[in-house]
């Protein structure tokens, strides 16, 4: 599989420049992401991606905004414009990875964890993967998490800000701003929340529009993404096809979760809880206790 092209990159850039509403998404994300960047430099910004449909937004646009700080910073460098052509540009782009993690939960789906290899390849992340223990009985909410973060800073000390696909519309998502640091007893990293004003409409428009790939899990009727104790097709997407010829037995199947009409059923294919246990998931929050947001 060859990394994500130029092309595909800079039209991301381009439609930040549409006047329609998707284009001021864009345009938003990126300059969130561009003011991190600046901020931090790219060698202390990490992304937390676990193949979900938002989270895969957020690392193309940032795979686009980095490609475009790193351009930037090579012709200010004034590095010879034969070194700052699109062939030399991606090859600096796509040979340094892009440092990552993925908070994976107890049982993930095979769809997505083959989802999350090829983008691993595709965009040349550098991808960091820790499982938090099953629960013991004793620990508190969150405690996976604050597990996971701990693991991470522990072995990448460097890295100060993560971004992450949580949007407004998701739980506890109406109180958080572009950028939210992780409470004083908690592994200290800034959140930044490039896509948090997004619409489930927005993230679709995204990826159709620009054919990013996204998990195969969506087009089996999924609409967010936990762990397979958690996660079925939504039965908002359910449509019968028919009648079997033989059999008499009606044929279920599900519409693509692009096709949902109300935004408001996102998550009607998740159960109250996330496991047997009440476990939350790992892989779709990257949370203090008080502010579990789910990236899918």
């Given at each position: 599989m060859?990394?994500?092209?130029?092309?595909?990159?800079e039209?991301?850039?381009?439609?930040?420049?549409?006047?329609?509403?998707?284009?001021k998404?864009?345009?938003?994300?990126?300059?969130v992401?561009?003011?991190?960047?600046?901020?931090?430099?790219e060698?202390?910004?990490?992304l937390?991606?676990?193949?979900g449909?938002?989270c895969?937004?957020?690392?193309?646009l940032?795979?686009?905004a980095?490609?475009r700080?790193?351009?930037?910073r090579?012709?200010?460098?004034?590095?010879?414009v034969?070194?700052?052509?699109?062939?030399?540009?991606?090859?600096?782009?796509?040979?340094?990875?892009?440092?990552?993690?993925?908070?994976?939960?107890l049982?993930?789906?095979?769809e997505?964890?083959?989802?999350?290899?090829?983008?691993?390849?595709?965009?040349t992340?550098?991808?960091?993967?820790?499982?938090p223990?099953?629960?013991?009985?004793?620990e508190k909410?969150?405690?996976g998490?604050?597990?996971?973060?701990k693991?991470?800073k522990?072995?990448?000390?460097?890295?100060?800000a993560?971004?992450?696909?949580?949007?407004r519309?998701?739980?506890?998502?109406?109180r958080l701003?572009?950028?939210n640091?992780?409470?004083?007893?908690?592994?200290q990293?800034m959140?930044?929340?490039?896509?948090?004003?997004?619409?489930?409409?927005?993230?679709w428009n995204?990826?159709?529009?620009l054919?990013?790939?996204?998990?195969d899990l969506y087009?089996?009727g999924?609409?967010?993404l936990g762990?397979?104790?958690?996660?079925h097709?939504?039965p908002?997407?359910?449509r019968?096809?028919g009648?079997?010829?033989?059999?008499?037995e009606e044929?279920?199947?599900?519409?693509?979760?692009?096709?949902?009409?109300?935004e408001?059923?996102e998550?009607?294919g998740?159960n109250?809880?996330l496991s047997?246990s009440?476990?939350p998931?790992?892989?779709v929050?990257?949370l203090?206790?008080?502010?579990?947001?789910?990236?899918?």
């Amino acid at each position: 599989m060859s990394t994500v092209s130029v092309p595909h990159l800079e039209a991301c850039l381009d439609l930040a420049k549409s006047d329609d509403g998707l284009g001021k998404r864009v345009k938003e994300a990126l300059d969130v992401i561009y003011d991190v960047l600046e901020t931090y430099g790219e060698d202390r910004v990490s992304l937390s991606f676990n193949g979900g449909k938002d989270c895969t937004v957020l690392l193309h646009l940032y795979a686009a905004a980095l490609f475009r700080w790193r351009q930037q910073r090579q012709q200010s460098n004034a590095i010879p414009v034969a070194a700052t052509s699109s062939e030399a540009v991606s090859h600096t782009a796509s040979s340094r990875p892009i440092p990552s993690i993925y908070i994976a939960p107890l049982s993930p789906f095979d769809e997505l964890e083959a989802f999350i290899a090829a983008s691993e390849e595709r965009y040349t992340l550098s991808l960091f993967r820790v499982t938090p223990p099953p629960p013991s009985g004793v620990e508190k909410g969150g405690d996976g998490m604050k597990y996971a973060l701990k693991a991470y800073k522990n072995e990448f000390p460097n890295i100060e800000a993560i971004l992450v696909g949580t949007r407004r519309g998701d739980p506890h998502g109406g109180r958080l701003a572009y950028k939210n640091p992780t409470d004083d007893d908690w592994p200290q990293f800034m959140r930044v929340h490039p896509v948090i004003n997004w619409s489930y409409a927005d993230i679709w428009n995204f990826l159709r529009q620009l054919s990013v790939p996204y998990c195969d899990l969506y087009d089996a009727g999924y609409t967010s993404l936990g762990s397979t104790f958690n996660t079925h097709p939504n039965p908002a997407l359910l449509r019968v096809r028919g009648v079997h010829s033989t059999d008499q037995e009606e044929t279920l199947s599900y519409l693509p979760a692009y096709e949902l009409q109300d935004e408001a059923l996102e998550r009607a294919g998740r159960n109250k809880f996330l496991s047997n246990s009440g476990l939350p998931s790992p892989a779709v929050e990257l949370l203090n206790p008080a502010t579990a947001t789910p990236q899918a």
